[in-house]
């Protein structure tokens, strides 16, 4: 079956530190993957996503890149801020089964000043 | 162009009741899908819904029941109310259709209190 494992938080940074959050993916068939991201309060926001093997996805400083070999699509962003502190989802969708995506567990980021 | 709609942000139910959330998609999405957030499951897959036809299930008891309007409007109703569907309740929204790779974009939750 499908699913998605991301490594456990939470992760505490200090502003402009390397930011790494791990993900590793079981699939069948040919997944696209996508990292949201949530702050308190709200729903999730599509933050980047990958839809072939060796596709990188970024969107503000973050980048992705899909690992068919290692099946991982590690999130990364060379210098965070404190506005970065959210709660990152790893997920992908289902070729066979249209609209069924598949979440990991959440990696909850403070980023210290 | 507005974003997925959800209401009531907020419902504190007591337990045996019933309740209903209402999702408005961004406009030109067909396909709805619900998702629960807890602490303890993350985010676990509910329903989505595609053009009135509910085309996916997850693995939740038949008390969870959701419906799409021709205008792609979806309400999602939870009978006999226990105290563990406290949780936040996600709709999401995206083209559907065969384009698997459509990401989908989220409202910002009905949150559910069961007492």
């Known amino acids: 079956g499908n699913s998605v494992t991301q490594m456990e938080g939470p992760v505490t940074l200090s502003e402009e530190a390397f930011l790494t959050i791990n993900c590793t993916y079981t699939a069948t068939g040919y997944p696209s993957l996508f990292w949201y991201v949530q702050y308190p309060g709200e729903g999730l926001q599509l933050l980047l996503k990958?839809?072939?093997?060796?596709d990188k996805g970024s969107n503000k400083g973050f980048e992705a890149t899909y690992r068919k070999e290692t099946t991982s699509f590690h999130l990364e962003k060379g210098s965070v801020q404190v506005s970065d502190s959210a709660v990152y989802f790893c997920?992908?969708?289902?070729?066979?089964?249209?609209?069924?995506?598949?979440f990991g567990s959440g990696t909850k980021l403070n980023v210290k000043p | 162009k507005a974003g997925v709609t959800q209401t009531p942000r907020y419902l504190i139910k007591t337990r045996g009741q019933q309740v209903t959330l209402s999702c408005s998609p961004i406009s030109g999405h067909r396909s709805v899908s619900w998702y629960q957030q807890t602490p303890g499951q993350g985010l676990q897959f509910l329903f989505e819904y595609f053009s009135e036809t509910q085309r996916n299930k997850g693995n939740f008891p038949g008390r969870f029941s959701g419906r799409q309007f021709s205008n792609s409007r979806s309400e999602m109703n939870v009978s006999t109310l226990e105290l563990g569907d406290s949780a936040l309740y996600l709709c999401a929204s995206s083209f559907g259709g065969r384009t698997y790779n459509s990401p989908l974009h989220f409202g910002n939750g009905t949150r559910l209190t069961v007492t």
């Open positions: 997920a992908l969708s289902d070729g066979d089964n249209f609209n069924k995506f598949y």
């Open positions: 990958a839809t072939k093997a060796d």
